[in-house]
């Protein structure tokens, strides 16, 4: 344990990422505090901004400084983009998007002046969007966007930003996430064909440790880069992206995650 404590603020820190990096910044001699939907500190949905901003003021109160914000809460939807509700597509901004943003906004203010970070967790699909998980996709490429923009906006002070772009992981993000399978004439059986889960597609996904053991070592560098992408196949797929026109890279995708069927 290192003799001078850290205060790390991680949102969705009650199950997945979140949770196992909360368990391994406390092992490490951290203070540690959650807001999440069951968050044991702050048990609060980050899409409601005044609760947040509220639980932000109560922890500048009882433990001074933020020395690291951690973005993890968040949620996926699947379905076509033509057949999902105004209001639940509407909620995936507002959990996933807004969320972030608004724990940026309201940390930065309490953050250590003299040396902090704010470590934005995206996801792949920010880079190489997802057919049927369009809307998920895009509210992670905005997060994605967002943290480069407050990088920017910051690089005259010592508070540090990246964003993480983690690849499919074994958590319970599948199994949470909100699956609309409702279809028609122009999709047929590909919607559920593509999204739904198996026993083959999440034996691919990478180890829920491996994933929070490189999380945990971009949190801990001295240096923060503007993006991270955590997968070696992501990394790869990260490198074509940069080779390949998105013409190219949308074509092989679609051969991937949209299995026409029915």
């Given at each position: 344990m290192r003799i001078e404590k850290r205060t790390i603020v991680i949102t969705g820190a009650s199950s997945g990422l979140g949770k196992g990096l909360k368990e391994m910044f406390e092992k490490k001699g951290d203070v540690v505090i959650d807001i999440s939907l069951d968050g044991k500190d702050y048990a609060i949905d980050v899409a409601d901004?005044?609760?947040?901003?509220?639980?932000?003021?109560?922890?500048?109160?009882?433990?001074?400084?933020i020395d690291m914000l951690i973005t993890s809460a968040g949620y996926g939807?699947?379905?076509?983009?033509?057949?999902?509700g105004e209001q639940a597509t509407k909620k995936q901004f507002d959990v996933n998007f807004f969320g972030t943003a608004n724990a940026c906004k309201y940390a930065i203010?309490?953050?250590?002046?003299?040396?902090s970070k704010i470590v934005v967790i995206a996801s792949a699909?920010?880079?190489f969007p997802v057919p049927f998980r369009t809307y998920y996709s895009a509210s992670k490429a905005a997060v994605d966007s967002f943290a480069h923009g407050l990088?920017?906006?910051l690089a005259h002070t010592n508070i540090q930003v990246t964003s993480i772009?983690?690849?499919?992981?074994?958590?319970?993000?599948?199994?949470?996430?909100?699956?609309?399978?409702?279809?028609?004439?122009?999709?047929?059986?590909?919607?559920?064909?593509?999204?739904?889960?198996?026993?083959?597609?999440?034996?691919?996904?990478?180890p829920q440790q491996y994933a929070i053991k490189k999380i945990l070592?971009?949190?801990?560098k001295k240096k923060l880069k503007p993006r991270y992408v955590i997968g070696k196949q992501y990394k790869l797929f990260n490198f074509f992206k940069k080779l390949f026109s998105d013409a190219v890279i949308t074509q092989v995708s679609t051969k991937k995650f949209n299995k026409k069927e029915g």
């Open positions: 901004h005044k609760k947040l901003k509220a639980a932000f003021d109560e922890i500048y109160l009882n433990h001074g400084e939807i699947s379905g076509a983009v033509e057949l999902l203010p309490m953050m250590n002046p003299k040396s699909t920010a880079l990088r920017m906006e772009c983690p690849g499919d992981v074994r958590t319970n993000f599948t199994e949470n996430r909100v699956k609309v399978y409702d279809t028609n004439e122009r999709y047929g059986k590909s919607i559920e064909t593509s999204t739904k889960p198996t026993v083959k597609s999440e034996k691919r996904r990478m070592q971009v949190c801990e």
